[in-house]
């Protein structure tokens, strides 16, 4: 077979590889768009509820949904990471936190008929109202009240005494605020937050307690600075960031009361048996969501999950018996996951808060093993209803 005749190739011209790279260009800006696009919140399921957040409030201020389950899709449209709560009165009934800025998170809410009111980014922000209207195809899901009378009174008994144990502690440390005994300010500190942390399901059932007590500086226009900032981040910023009493005793004053106010609460007001894994689930993520907004993990947060985990505990002893005997299977998989994150922790004495982080504390098991413990939370209300 002879030599080709055909001539040799010759290099594409600058003008082709000019046109290939503007292509290639084109193609990655297209490419991120739709990523961001997917980002952002404007991908919602069909279905889904749209909602976005701004820097004034909820848009729409007003919504209307049919009783039974909802899926919500809530977009942050402001600047800031935000919040959003549904309400009935002061108690919490769903929510998200620290969402984004340009993001969007669904939610999830299996509401009856009445109206409730929405929390909308900043705690300043105006809140809205959500019309939830009738329904006949809904089907029924409110869990059986008859199941749940004894877990809910040993619950009770519970509450009463580690809101008993809250209000001596607080004492202990308005005392020392007050006199300006900075390292035992510190030592009531860490109790009075370890009891405060395993209420935390309850004390999220009622959103003005909760704001007061726990919310963080980013929830507030003006953050550290703004009036409203109280709590017990506040107290943790001026004991052991600026290492000083001076300026707190309002602060611990207010503290007190709210401690007080919350054992009354909890004395006189049933806690809706649904609540229970829900409301352990939802604070659990929020603590989930803080710790992977901030990128780090140290001993305040430790200390913060220490509380929650021995407040799920208590969730998973009271849920055990009903689990046993209708899905024992979910309650094999709770308590592993439960015995899980309680091993990952460090001992109490690491955890005081400002003191340094143990190198042995692994942040991403941690992570993973309370958003596997949350998620089972959050789905025992489903089982539950569904095995009732």
């Known amino acids: 077979m002879g030599e080709s005749s055909m001539p040799p190739s010759s290099p594409p011209s600058a003008r082709l590889l000019k046109l290939g790279i503007l292509a290639s260009a084109v193609l990655m800006l297209a490419a991120l768009g739709l990523f961001a696009l997917s980002l952002n919140g404007r991908d919602h399921g069909d279905g889904d509820v749209r909602l976005a957040v701004t820097a004034q409030g909820c848009e729409p201020r007003e919504l209307s949904v049919p009783a039974g389950e909802t899926r919500f899709s809530i977009v942050n449209d402001s600047q800031r990471a935000i919040e ?67 877990p809910l009174a040993e619950y009770k008994v519970y509450l009463t005494l580690q809101t008993r144990r809250l209000i001596e502690a607080t004492e202990a440390l308005h005392q020392a605020i007050t006199t300006g005994e900075l390292e035992t300010a510190r030592m009531a500190y860490r109790e009075a937050r370890l009891i405060d942390q395993r209420l935390a399901m309850a004390t999220g059932l009622y959103s003005d307690l909760d704001e007061r007590l726990n919310a963080r500086a980013d929830y507030f226009a003006e953050r550290e600075q703004d009036p409203e900032f109280v709590g017990f981040h506040r107290l943790a910023l001026g004991l052991f ?51 992977i907004d901030s990128k780090t993990l140290n001993a305040h947060e430790l200390l913060d999950l220490q509380g929650l985990t021995a407040g799920a505990e208590k969730i998973v002893t009271l849920l055990a018996p009903l689990l046993k005997r209708q899905a024992p299977d979910a309650l094999e998989g709770l308590q592993t996951q439960l015995a899980r994150l309680q091993q990952r922790l460090p001992e109490k004495s690491n955890t005081a808060p400002g003191a340094k982080l143990s190198s042995d504390v692994d942040r991403e098991a941690l992570l993973t093993d309370t958003q596997a413990l949350a998620d089972t939370l959050d789905s025992l209300d489903r089982t539950l209803a569904l095995n009732g």
């Open 84 to 150: 959003w709560e549904i309400l009935d009165g002061v108690m919490v009934l769903e929510e998200r936190e620290n969402i984004a800025p340009g993001l969007h998170q669904p939610l999830t809410a299996t509401l009856a008929e009445g109206d409730y009111a929405m929390t909308c980014g900043l705690l300043s922000n105006p809140h809205g109202t959500l019309h939830v209207t009738a329904n006949d195809d809904a089907p029924a899901v409110a869990l059986s009240r008859q199941d749940f009378i004894a």
């Open 241 to 291: 960031e600026t290492g000083s009493t001076d300026g707190l005793t309002p602060i611990a004053t207010q503290l007190l009361e709210d401690t007080r106010t919350l054992g009354e609460r909890l004395r006189h007001q049933a806690i809706p048996p649904a609540q229970l894994a829900n409301g352990s689930a939802r604070v659990l993520k929020a603590w989930h969501a803080h710790a």
